[in-house]
């Protein structure tokens, strides 16, 4: 059974950082690899919001206009695992965001509300002013 698990979330004062990790279980590395990943991120009474993704191979990414700039992706195909690296962070940035999994080798040329294969539950992250 596949599971994503993301950490990392947590209260931060606006202009700070922090760096979320999404964990692929019930995967192999090599299965691992040929997933897309992608983060989104949900405010309360707002829409669903794709942020960024990030090709199987790490060779490609993409970011919402709201994050670019600000954020950046990468991945460990050893550990299964990627990250959200988020620097400056405002308070409109406090959401859920939930990393998901598509299995696709195609490259990342923008953030996409494809309905992934597999969900992450989620990890708050809260921007004080």
């Known amino acids: 059974q596949v599971q994503l698990v993301e950490s990392g979330g947590g209260l931060v004062q606006a202009g700070g950082s922090l760096r979320l990790s999404c964990t692929a279980s019930?995967?192999?590395?090599?299965?691992?690899?040929?997933?897309?990943v992608d983060w989104f991120r949900q405010a309360p009474g707002k829409e669903r919001e794709a942020i960024s993704c990030i090709s199987w191979d790490a060779y490609t990414s993409a970011f919402a206009d709201s994050v670019k700039g600000r954020f950046t992706i990468s991945r460990d195909n050893r550990k299964n695992t990627v990250y959200l690296q988020m620097n400056s962070l405002k308070p409109e940035d406090t959401a859920m965001y939930y990393c998901a999994a598509r299995k696709t080798l195609a490259t990342c040329s923008g953030v996409t509300n494809q309905s992934p294969d597999y969900w992450g539950q989620g990890t708050q992250v809260t921007v004080s002013n």
């Open positions: 019930g995967l192999t590395e090599m299965t691992f690899r040929r997933y897309a």
